[in-house]
């Protein structure tokens, strides 16, 4: 069982990135992350001492997909 991680900054740009299973602390909530599509590219931006520490936002996902 992997254990949410209450990280509520985007590491690509440093806003909030939004994340409701980081607020609410379950993976049974909806997020915006589900209906976006968040390409292996765009999360290779990621710098790697925060991959799967924290979620991007989803101003980072738009430009990330308009960018690939």
Known sequence: LTKVKKNHICPLCNEDNACA???S????????CR???ITSESLDRVP???RNESCICAKCA???ELRD
């Open 21 to 23: 299973v980081a607020a």
């Open 25 to 32: 602390g379950s993976f049974d909530v909806p997020c915006w």
């Open 35 to 37: 209906s976006y599509t």
């Open 48 to 50: 790697e001492t925060q």
């Open 62 to 64: 738009v430009k990330s």
